[in-house]
Protein backbone atom coordinates (compact mmCIF):
# COMPACT_ATOMS: atom_id res chain seq x y z
CA UNK A 1 0.00 0.00 0.00
CA UNK A 2 2.60 2.13 0.34
CA UNK A 3 3.71 5.01 -2.50
CA UNK A 4 7.22 3.92 -2.12
CA UNK A 5 9.88 1.08 -1.14
CA UNK A 6 9.35 2.17 1.73
CA UNK A 7 8.14 0.06 4.99
CA UNK A 8 6.49 2.07 7.72
CA UNK A 9 9.12 0.67 10.86
CA UNK A 10 12.09 1.00 8.56
CA UNK A 11 10.98 4.47 7.79
CA UNK A 12 10.84 5.45 11.28
CA UNK A 13 13.63 4.04 12.47
CA UNK A 14 15.52 5.97 9.88
CA UNK A 15 14.13 9.04 11.62
CA UNK A 16 14.82 7.71 15.19
CA UNK A 17 18.51 6.78 13.97
CA UNK A 18 18.96 10.41 13.29
CA UNK A 19 17.24 11.69 16.27
CA UNK A 20 19.16 9.12 18.34
CA UNK A 21 23.09 10.79 16.46
CA UNK A 22 21.64 14.50 17.43
CA UNK A 23 20.05 14.52 20.62
CA UNK A 24 21.23 10.90 22.53
CA UNK A 25 19.46 8.43 24.32
CA UNK A 26 17.10 10.69 26.37
CA UNK A 27 15.42 11.85 23.75
CA UNK A 28 12.11 11.25 24.45
CA UNK A 29 9.06 12.20 24.57
CA UNK A 30 9.76 12.80 20.58
CA UNK A 31 9.04 16.52 19.79
CA UNK A 32 7.10 15.36 17.11
CA UNK A 33 5.90 18.87 15.98
CA UNK A 34 9.25 19.43 15.12
CA UNK A 35 10.44 16.77 13.67
CA UNK A 36 7.29 16.39 10.92
CA UNK A 37 8.45 20.06 9.80
CA UNK A 38 12.47 19.40 10.06
CA UNK A 39 11.95 16.40 8.45
CA UNK A 40 9.87 17.04 5.85
CA UNK A 41 11.17 20.08 4.93
CA UNK A 42 14.69 18.45 4.29
CA UNK A 43 13.61 15.42 2.75
CA UNK A 44 10.96 16.59 0.67
CA UNK A 45 11.81 20.58 -0.01
CA UNK A 46 9.31 21.03 -2.78
CA UNK A 47 6.70 19.64 -0.85
CA UNK A 48 6.74 19.86 3.09
CA UNK A 49 4.41 20.10 5.98
CA UNK A 50 4.48 23.69 6.66
CA UNK A 51 1.56 24.01 9.25
CA UNK A 52 0.14 21.93 12.03
CA UNK A 53 -2.27 23.48 14.23
CA UNK A 54 -5.92 22.27 16.20
CA UNK A 55 -8.77 22.21 14.11
CA UNK A 56 -12.27 21.50 15.24
CA UNK A 57 -12.66 18.05 13.71
CA UNK A 58 -16.01 16.46 14.48
CA UNK A 59 -15.84 12.80 14.75
CA UNK A 60 -12.14 12.66 13.81
CA UNK A 61 -8.42 13.00 15.13
CA UNK A 62 -6.72 14.08 12.59
CA UNK A 63 -6.27 15.36 9.20
CA UNK A 64 -3.48 15.72 6.40
CA UNK A 65 -4.19 18.06 3.77
CA UNK A 66 -2.60 19.15 0.49
CA UNK A 67 -2.84 23.25 -0.59
CA UNK A 68 -4.51 24.19 -3.27
CA UNK A 69 -1.70 24.81 -4.91
CA UNK A 70 -0.32 20.89 -4.57
CA UNK A 71 2.93 21.62 -3.59
CA UNK A 72 2.54 21.90 0.44
CA UNK A 73 0.67 20.21 3.26
CA UNK A 74 -0.93 20.91 6.34
CA UNK A 75 -1.37 18.44 9.23
CA UNK A 76 -4.66 19.71 11.75
CA UNK A 77 -5.27 17.55 15.05
CA UNK A 78 -8.76 17.48 17.20
CA UNK A 79 -8.28 20.70 19.55
CA UNK A 80 -10.81 18.77 21.68
CA UNK A 81 -8.65 15.58 22.89
CA UNK A 82 -7.79 16.07 26.57
CA UNK A 83 -4.46 13.32 26.30
CA UNK A 84 -1.46 14.86 24.88
CA UNK A 85 -0.44 11.25 24.95
CA UNK A 86 -3.07 11.17 22.32
CA UNK A 87 -2.39 14.08 20.39
CA UNK A 88 0.98 13.06 20.05
CA UNK A 89 0.38 9.80 18.55
CA UNK A 90 -2.12 11.47 16.07
CA UNK A 91 0.32 13.43 14.72
CA UNK A 92 2.67 10.93 14.34
CA UNK A 93 -0.18 8.99 12.44
CA UNK A 94 -0.58 11.79 9.94
CA UNK A 95 3.38 11.95 9.58
CA UNK A 96 3.40 8.55 8.20
CA UNK A 97 0.65 9.08 6.02
CA UNK A 98 2.74 12.27 4.69
CA UNK A 99 6.08 9.72 4.17
CA UNK A 100 3.54 6.42 3.03
CA UNK A 101 1.13 7.75 1.14
CA UNK A 102 1.27 11.20 0.02
CA UNK A 103 1.15 9.99 -3.68
CA UNK A 104 -2.28 8.40 -3.18
CA UNK A 105 -4.46 10.92 -2.25
CA UNK A 106 -4.42 14.60 -1.31
CA UNK A 107 -6.50 14.37 2.12
CA UNK A 108 -6.81 12.03 5.07
CA UNK A 109 -9.08 12.37 7.89
CA UNK A 110 -8.62 10.09 10.52
CA UNK A 111 -10.67 8.30 13.24
CA UNK A 112 -9.92 5.86 15.91
CA UNK A 113 -11.76 3.53 14.10
CA UNK A 114 -10.63 4.31 10.46
CA UNK A 115 -8.29 1.03 11.00
CA UNK A 116 -11.77 -1.58 11.14
CA UNK A 117 -13.03 -0.32 7.91
CA UNK A 118 -14.81 -2.03 5.93
CA UNK A 119 -12.41 -0.75 2.82
CA UNK A 120 -9.15 -2.76 2.74
CA UNK A 121 -7.29 -0.17 1.11
CA UNK A 122 -8.05 2.18 3.76
CA UNK A 123 -7.65 -0.26 6.38
CA UNK A 124 -4.26 -1.11 5.32
CA UNK A 125 -3.50 2.98 5.15
CA UNK A 126 -4.55 3.10 8.39
CA UNK A 127 -2.45 0.04 9.84
CA UNK A 128 0.72 1.45 8.11
CA UNK A 129 0.37 5.07 9.60
CA UNK A 130 -0.12 3.55 13.33
CA UNK A 131 2.88 0.85 12.89
CA UNK A 132 4.57 4.04 11.82
CA UNK A 133 3.50 6.25 14.73
CA UNK A 134 4.10 3.26 17.07
CA UNK A 135 7.70 2.66 16.00
CA UNK A 136 8.66 6.51 15.88
CA UNK A 137 7.41 7.19 18.88
CA UNK A 138 8.78 4.04 21.00
CA UNK A 139 11.57 2.38 19.12
CA UNK A 140 11.58 -0.95 19.95
CA UNK A 141 15.44 -1.20 20.98
CA UNK A 142 14.81 1.56 23.55
CA UNK A 143 11.26 -0.36 24.91
CA UNK A 144 12.71 -3.57 25.44
CA UNK A 145 15.29 -1.80 27.21
CA UNK A 146 12.37 -0.55 29.88
CA UNK A 147 10.56 -3.52 30.15
CA UNK A 148 13.59 -5.89 30.34
CA UNK A 149 13.51 -8.53 33.47
CA UNK A 150 9.83 -6.74 34.32
CA UNK A 151 6.74 -8.19 34.84
CA UNK A 152 3.52 -6.99 32.92
CA UNK A 153 1.98 -4.46 35.28
CA UNK A 154 0.17 -0.70 35.15
CA UNK A 155 2.88 0.67 36.76
CA UNK A 156 5.62 -0.93 34.01
CA UNK A 157 3.16 0.84 31.40
CA UNK A 158 2.35 4.04 33.38
CA UNK A 159 6.09 4.09 32.86
CA UNK A 160 6.11 3.56 29.55
CA UNK A 161 3.42 6.06 28.66
CA UNK A 162 5.35 9.05 30.51
CA UNK A 163 8.94 7.85 29.07
CA UNK A 164 7.47 8.06 25.90
CA UNK A 165 4.13 10.89 25.87
CA UNK A 166 1.60 8.32 25.10
CA UNK A 167 -1.84 7.26 26.11
CA UNK A 168 -1.66 4.00 28.24
CA UNK A 169 -3.52 2.04 25.34
CA UNK A 170 -0.42 3.28 22.77
CA UNK A 171 2.00 1.69 25.61
CA UNK A 172 0.20 -1.59 26.21
CA UNK A 173 -0.76 -2.34 22.28
CA UNK A 174 3.62 -1.86 21.74
CA UNK A 175 3.50 -4.09 24.85
CA UNK A 176 1.86 -6.62 23.03
CA UNK A 177 3.98 -6.14 20.02
CA UNK A 178 6.84 -7.29 21.78
CA UNK A 179 5.46 -9.39 24.64
CA UNK A 180 6.97 -13.30 24.62
CA UNK A 181 4.04 -14.63 25.80
CA UNK A 182 0.14 -14.90 25.14
CA UNK A 183 -1.07 -11.19 25.74
CA UNK A 184 -4.52 -9.94 24.34
CA UNK A 185 -5.54 -6.02 25.16
CA UNK A 186 -8.77 -5.05 25.27
CA UNK A 187 -11.05 -1.97 25.68
CA UNK A 188 -14.90 -2.82 27.29
CA UNK A 189 -17.46 -0.38 27.34
CA UNK A 190 -21.08 -0.85 29.10
CA UNK A 191 -20.40 -4.87 29.70
CA UNK A 192 -19.14 -5.30 26.26
CA UNK A 193 -15.42 -5.49 24.18
CA UNK A 194 -15.40 -2.67 21.90
CA UNK A 195 -11.72 -3.94 20.41
CA UNK A 196 -9.31 -6.66 21.16
CA UNK A 197 -6.00 -7.27 19.80
CA UNK A 198 -4.07 -10.54 20.49
CA UNK A 199 0.05 -10.58 19.63
CA UNK A 200 0.52 -13.46 17.37
CA UNK A 201 1.31 -16.03 20.49
CA UNK A 202 -1.71 -15.99 21.61
CA UNK A 203 -3.49 -15.37 17.91
CA UNK A 204 -2.07 -18.62 16.69
CA UNK A 205 -2.96 -20.67 20.22
CA UNK A 206 -6.50 -19.13 19.06
CA UNK A 207 -6.97 -16.88 22.11
CA UNK A 208 -8.68 -14.08 20.21
CA UNK A 209 -12.03 -12.06 20.68
CA UNK A 210 -13.63 -11.32 16.59
CA UNK A 211 -15.43 -8.12 17.89
CA UNK A 212 -15.82 -6.82 14.59
CA UNK A 213 -18.08 -10.20 14.03
CA UNK A 214 -19.99 -10.91 17.06
CA UNK A 215 -20.39 -9.28 19.91
CA UNK A 216 -18.86 -10.51 22.98
CA UNK A 217 -20.04 -9.74 26.82
CA UNK A 218 -17.12 -9.45 29.13
CA UNK A 219 -17.26 -12.44 32.01
CA UNK A 220 -19.69 -11.16 34.90
CA UNK A 221 -16.85 -11.83 37.39
CA UNK A 222 -13.66 -10.11 35.22
CA UNK A 223 -12.21 -6.92 36.75
CA UNK A 224 -13.06 -4.99 33.70
CA UNK A 225 -16.78 -5.54 34.66
CA UNK A 226 -15.85 -4.15 38.43
CA UNK A 227 -12.82 -1.64 38.26
CA UNK A 228 -13.95 1.95 39.11
CA UNK A 229 -11.22 4.74 38.09
CA UNK A 230 -7.95 5.08 40.20
CA UNK A 231 -4.66 6.12 39.26
CA UNK A 232 -3.31 3.00 39.56
CA UNK A 233 -5.35 0.36 37.81
CA UNK A 234 -6.23 -3.20 39.30
CA UNK A 235 -4.49 -6.42 38.61
CA UNK A 236 -6.23 -9.84 39.57
CA UNK A 237 -6.72 -13.47 37.88
CA UNK A 238 -9.35 -15.21 36.65
CA UNK A 239 -10.62 -18.53 35.08
CA UNK A 240 -8.99 -18.34 31.54
CA UNK A 241 -12.13 -20.57 30.12
CA UNK A 242 -13.92 -17.67 31.67
CA UNK A 243 -12.71 -15.42 28.99
CA UNK A 244 -11.73 -18.13 26.37
CA UNK A 245 -13.90 -21.06 26.73
CA UNK A 246 -11.49 -23.92 24.76
CA UNK A 247 -8.81 -22.92 27.04
CA UNK A 248 -8.06 -25.64 29.84
CA UNK A 249 -9.99 -25.59 33.32
CA UNK A 250 -7.66 -25.23 35.21
CA UNK A 251 -5.76 -22.51 33.86
CA UNK A 252 -5.91 -19.09 35.16
CA UNK A 253 -5.01 -15.87 33.41
CA UNK A 254 -4.06 -12.85 34.87
CA UNK A 255 -5.86 -9.46 34.29
CA UNK A 256 -4.55 -5.71 34.52
CA UNK A 257 -7.56 -3.07 34.60
CA UNK A 258 -7.08 0.51 34.06
CA UNK A 259 -10.14 3.15 33.40
CA UNK A 260 -9.64 5.57 30.66
CA UNK A 261 -11.77 8.44 31.06
CA UNK A 262 -11.31 11.58 28.83
CA UNK A 263 -13.23 14.52 26.84
CA UNK A 264 -16.07 12.67 25.17
CA UNK A 265 -14.72 9.18 25.78
CA UNK A 266 -14.33 6.36 28.66
CA UNK A 267 -12.99 2.59 28.25
CA UNK A 268 -11.87 0.55 30.34
CA UNK A 269 -8.53 -1.08 29.28
CA UNK A 270 -7.34 -4.30 29.91
CA UNK A 271 -4.64 -6.20 29.37
CA UNK A 272 -4.62 -10.40 29.62
CA UNK A 273 -1.68 -12.50 30.03
CA UNK A 274 -2.48 -16.24 29.64
CA UNK A 275 -0.07 -18.76 30.31
CA UNK A 276 2.33 -20.56 27.48
CA UNK A 277 0.29 -23.09 25.55
CA UNK A 278 0.91 -25.95 23.27
CA UNK A 279 -2.23 -25.55 21.58
CA UNK A 280 -1.86 -24.16 17.88
CA UNK A 281 -4.81 -23.54 16.01
CA UNK A 282 -5.50 -24.51 11.95
CA UNK A 283 -5.09 -21.72 9.75
CA UNK A 284 -8.56 -22.47 8.66
CA UNK A 285 -9.75 -21.75 12.24
CA UNK A 286 -8.47 -18.51 12.72
CA UNK A 287 -10.94 -15.37 12.49
CA UNK A 288 -8.75 -12.26 11.40
CA UNK A 289 -7.48 -10.44 14.05
CA UNK A 290 -8.60 -7.55 15.32
CA UNK A 291 -6.40 -4.33 16.14
CA UNK A 292 -6.95 -0.73 17.18
CA UNK A 293 -4.04 1.91 18.40
Given at each position: MTNMD?????????????????LGEERFPVDIKNVILEVS???????????????????????????PKGTKWMVGYNDQIASEGRIRFTLAHEFGHYLLHRNLQSEFNCATKDVMSTDLGDRLMEKEADTFASSLLMPLDDFRKQIEGC?????????????????????????????VGRVIIVAAK????DWACSNQAAYKSGAYFATTKETIEV???????????????????????????????HME?????????????????????LPDSERQVGEDELIENDSIN
Open positions: NHPKAEANRISVLLRTVNNKFPKEPIVDIRPVPLDKFEGMLVKSLISIDLLKHCGDRYGVSLTAAALKLRDVADGFLPVNSLLNTTIWSPDGKSGTIKANAWLPKEPVLVEHVFVVVGEGYSYTLGILV
